[in-house]
C-alpha cells in the first residue's frame, strides 16, 4: 500500500468550518503526543533530534506547548480527558527530588519560555491543575516559576513570558514581586513603534512575531489583567490598528506570507485573530476575523506536515530540518495550538455565529514602512517586495529576511551549499562569486528606505562592491533595479520564484537570451532581463531547500559584471496557470527611468533602517 504523507496530518479531510470542527482539529493534533508522555507525566520526548538547550528543556517544551491549545478548549468548556496527567507532570516536574524533575533555571533558559504556558493554563483553569494539586506539589510548582521569573528574559517578546506566569500566580494567590511584571510592561512598551506595529525587541527584526507573539500575548494580557485600564485599552487599540495592515500578509486561499524565522510555528501565523476574538477586539468586521482564521488553518490541513504517525514535523509545508532554528527541538512546532485560544469562547460568540467573509481584495501596492515592504495581492498569493531586515545572526538569517521578494504561495528557498555557486537557488535575490564558488547576498543593508510604493537599499555583499536595489511594483510583476559598482569582475546570478516541479519531468522549461521561465501543471514563474543581456536558465534547485515544496525550478537569469558600474533591470513573477497567466506574460512591464527613480527617494525617501530600529526606556 503507498504511503501518502497527506493522510498523516491530523486536519487532513477536517472541513474546519465550525467551532465543533475546530476543536475535533485541536484534539486530533494531541491524540498522536499520548504515547510519548512519561511515566511521570512531566516530558515528553519525541526524537533523537538536538536544540541548543538540554534535554529536559526540551521535554518541557513538548510537555508545555500543547497546553497552548487545551487550556482554551476546558476554559470554553470542551472535554479533555488527561487533566491527570497534566497534574501529575506539574507536580513531577517541579519536585526536585522527582527523576523527571525539569532542571533548576540559572540564567536565561528556554524553561522561561514553556512555563508561560503554563502561567497562562494556572490562571485560566486553575480548578484543572492548581486546586486538584496535594500542598507539596502546589509549594514546588509555586516555588519554581517563583524562581525562574527573578531572572532576566530575553530582550524581545519574551518580557511577555514573566508577565503570563505572574497572571497564574496571581490567580493562585501567590505572593510575587509585582515591581518585576511592571518593568516588564514597561519595556514591552519600548518595542512599539506605532500605527499597530512592534519590533521584536532591540534587534532589527519585525516578522510573524510580531503578530503571534506579541500581540497575542498583549491581547491576553488585555482579557486577563486586573486594574490596568489604561495599559489594556492601549494594547486592544494597537492590536485594532494592526488588523488592517496584517490582512495584507494572507492570502485568499488562506495562506499566510513566508517570511522570518521560526516559521515551523506554521498555524500560530493565525493565533492573531483568534486572539482578537478573545479579547473581544472587532478590529474588522466579525465574518472578515473568522475568514482569516478559518481559511488559514483550511490551507494548513492540506499540506504534508505530520510524520506517520501524526506527530507535527520541524519544517515548514513538509518536514525539513534545513529550514530549521537552533532552538526548534521535536516539540517546538506545537506552538501552532497558539491558533485554538479562540476555543475558549462560546459557541454564541459572534466569531463564532458569524458566517465568513471572504478576504477584501486590494488592487493597490500596500507600502508597510515598519516592515520595510510594499504588499501585492496576485491570484491565490501575497507577494513582499522587501528592503532586507538585517538578521544575520539568525541560521540562513539572509535567506529569511533580506531577499527582495517573499510570497504565500511560493515561499522561499534557503541554500544547501554555501560553497555551490552554480547549484544556488538564488530565488528571489541575486547572488555574486568573484572565484565561481563561493558566493555573497544580501544580508544587512546601509541604507533602507521607501517612498510611495517604491524600495531602495544600499548594501554591500563585500566590503569593496557596492550595490543599489530599487524594487518596484508592476501587479502581477515587479521590478528590480540594481546599479553595481566592482573592483574586480564578479559572476551573477538572479532568481525568480521557485515553483513545484514534478517527479517524472513533466514540466516545461525554456531558457533563453534575456529570459528564463518553468511552467508545471499549476503554476508558471518567469524572470526577464528588461536589457535583454543576461543568459536565462530554468534551474533545477537542491531537493528541501524550498519551505513549501521539496522539488522546485527557479527561472534565474545568469551574467558576469565587469569592472566599474552595471546598471541590472529585471522583471519577475509567479502565477497560477490560467488566462490570466498567459495575458500577464504577453504583456511584460518596461523598465523604468532611473533617473526619476533617484529623484524620487532624494526627494521623499523614508529612512525605514532608522524606523526598524524601537526606541528604548
Known sequence: MTYDPLSANPLFGNTLKTRADVETGLNDLFAPLLPYFSAGGARVRLDAAAAHFDRAAADLEGFARPLWGLTPLAAGGGTFEHWDLYRRGLANGTDPEHPEYWGTVKSTDQRMVELAAIGFTLRMVPHLVWEPLPQKAKDNLAAYLKHARQFDYADNNWKFFRILVDLGLEECGVEFDRSLTDKYLEELDGFYLGEGWYCDGIVRRIDHYIPFAMHFYGLIYATLARGDEERVARYKERAALFAKDLTSWFDEDGGVLAFG??????????????????????????????????????????????????????????????????????????????????????????????????????????????????????????????????????????????????????????????????????????????????????????????????????????????????????NPWHIRVHRIITPRVLKASEGGFAIGRADLNSDTYEDGTGRALARSKTDVSTILDLAGKRAGRAHKAFPNTNLIVAKTIVPQLRGDIPVGTTVLVTAAMALPVSAFADAALAKPPQAPDLARLEALFAREGIDVSAILVAERF
Open 261 to 474: 524565522r521560526s516559521l515551523t510555528y506554521r498555524f500560530a501565523c493565525g493565533g492573531f485573530w483568534g486572539a482578537l476574538a478573545f479579547a473581544d477586539v472587532e478590529a474588522l468586521p466579525w465574518g472578515e476575523i473568522k475568514g482569516h482564521f478559518m481559511r488559514h488553518l483550511r490551507w494548513w490541513a492540506k499540506q504534508p506536515i505530520a510524520n506517520r504517525d501524526g506527530i507535527l514535523s520541524i519544517g515548514y509545508g513538509y518536514p525539513n530540518l534545513f529550514m530549521s532554528e537552533n532552538y526548534n527541538s521535536a516539540g517546538s512546532p506545537y506552538w501552532a495550538l497558539k491558533a485554538f485560544l479562540p476555543l475558549a469562547l462560546a459557541a454564541d460568540h459572534p466569531f463564532w455565529t458569524a458566517e465568513e467573509t471572504p478576504a477584501v481584495k486590494r488592487i493597490e501596492p500596500l507600502p508597510l514602512k515598519h516592515p520595510g515592504m510594499v504588499m501585492m495581492q496576485t491570484p491565490g498569493n501575497v507577494v513582499a517586495l522587501s528592503s532586507g531586515q538585517q538578521n544575520y545572526q539568525m541560521r540562513f538569517g539572509a535567506e529569511k529576511y533580506a531577499k527582495f521578494v517573499y510570497s504565500s504561495r511560493y515561499g522561499f528557498s534557503v541554500e544547501s551549499d554555501e560553497r555551490g555557486y552554480e547549484n544556488a537557488a538564488f530565488d528571489g535575490i541575486i547572488g555574486f562569486s568573484d572565484d565561481g564558488r563561493h558566493y555573497r547576498v544580501r544580508e544587512s543593508n546601509e541604507v533602507a528606505q521607501i517612498a510611495g510604493d517604491t524600495l531602495f537599499a544600499r548594501w554591500k555583499p563585500w566590503a569593496d562592491v557596492s550595490v543599489e536595489t530599487w524594487l518596484l511594483p508592476a
